[in-house]
């Protein structure tokens, strides 16, 4: 069963237009969730971070929203440019629990077209 | 520079040939991990050490095996019983509070023909 969920395999986006990702998660203990951004044959590369403590969190372009009761977060990019287009994975954990690993997302590829 | 490395970028085996992929890190990162990429499926953990001569099963196993003998390497062994080897593998290390994060290596290529 999915714990993180990346609902849409897909986006495009007009450049200088804002792009929305979301991501849901099933697991009630995940207090830390991440974006990776990832370009076909590379490795993924961090983006950006948020604490359950927090409900927003903003670095540049890039703002990671969280809802908790919802269990629900996004990433918004404003404004997008075509280099962001690439794959993201979202990816959640939970803080000093057994087990400790990232469970990650299948990732949305985002298309910013000129 | 710290970092991760990956040898080689491009890897071509035969079928039922094993082939080990090369993972070395110089961050001073306790943990490894190693992931596979196919398209539509996310990465899948295959394997992931916490510690030098300790690791655990990740969810799809089957086929491979690692070793953790040195604290900055990490080599998986893709075996011939993997039914389906061909894929993007990726890996990974993280500090002790691994939940923060992973440093990712730039990817092997396997093609199995």
């Known amino acids: 069963d999915q714990q993180v969920k990346q609902n849409s395999p897909s986006l495009s986006v007009q450049e200088g237009r804002i792009s929305i990702l979301n991501c849901d998660y099933t697991n009630s203990m995940f207090d830390y969730f991440l974006w990776y951004k990832k370009y076909p044959a590379e490795g993924p590369t961090f983006l950006i971070s948020i604490s359950s403590i927090k409900d927003k969190n903003e670095d540049g372009r890039f703002t990671v929203f969280l809802n908790k009761s919802a269990k629900h977060l996004s990433l918004h990019i404003v404004p997008s440019q075509p280099g962001d287009s690439a794959v993201y994975f979202c990816?959640?954990?939970?803080?000093?629990?057994?087990?400790?690993?990232?469970?990650f997302g299948k990732g949305t590829k985002l298309s910013v077209k000129p | 520079d710290g970092g991760i490395t990956q040898s080689p970028k491009y890897l071509f085996r035969k079928e039922g040939q094993n082939v080990t992929l090369s993972c070395e890190q110089n961050l001073n990162h306790d943990a490894m991990y190693w992931y596979r990429q196919d398209p539509g499926q996310g990465l899948r953990l295959i394997y992931y050490?916490?510690?030098?001569?300790?690791?655990q099963k990740g969810d799809i196993a089957e086929g491979y095996s690692v070793s953790r003998e040195k604290k900055e390497s990490f080599p998986l062994t893709v075996t011939s019983a993997q039914k389906n080897p061909t894929a993007f593998y990726l890996c990974?290390?993280?500090?002790?509070?691994?939940?923060?994060?992973?440093?990712f290596g730039s990817g092997t290529r396997l093609t199995v023909v």
């Open positions: 990816a959640a954990s939970e803080v000093g629990g057994s087990q400790g690993n990232l469970i």
């Open positions: 990974a290390s993280s500090t002790r509070d691994r939940v923060y994060g992973y440093t």
């Open positions: 050490s916490q510690i030098v001569n300790d690791f």
